[in-house]
């Protein structure tokens, strides 16, 4: 079974910023690719960054230069950096992971509120 913690999510307002954690554990041959999607209020899922275990990154748009993606291979852990914050990036975000037969695993979330 495999777990994913995330942590760092909070209140910071317009402009600030904040760094989501995600380690994953439990019994993982081989990481695909990690990430970290959001989904607002009465919205769908969508992708905010992710990175393949190639060192592969691949970004939204709307935060594309502002948020950056980063792991530590031997933690199995991923970060975000997220810069510049504007309230539309006010969401719950999830950290994914792909592993070994593309399985996927999703952590519980953890909320980010950007206060104009």
């Known amino acids: 079974q495999v777990q994913l913690v995330e942590s760092g999510g909070g209140l910071v307002q317009a402009g600030g910023s904040l760094r989501l954690s995600c380690a994953a554990s439990?019994?993982?041959?081989?990481?695909?690719?990690m990430g970290w999607y959001r989904q607002a209020p009465g919205k769908q899922r969508e992708l905010v960054a992710e990175?393949?275990?190639?060192?592969?990154?691949n970004y939204a748009d709307s935060v594309n230069g502002r948020f950056t993606i980063s792991r530590d291979n031997a933690k199995n852990t991923i970060y975000l950096q997220m810069n510049n914050l504007k309230p539309e990036d006010t969401a719950d975000y999830y950290c994914?992971?792909?592993?070994?037969?593309?399985?996927?695993?999703w952590g519980q979330g953890t909320q980010v509120t950007v206060s104009s």
């Open positions: 994914r992971l792909v592993r070994e037969g593309f399985q996927i695993s």
């Open positions: 439990g019994t993982i041959l081989r990481i695909y690719a």
């Open positions: 990175i393949t275990s190639g060192g592969s990154t």
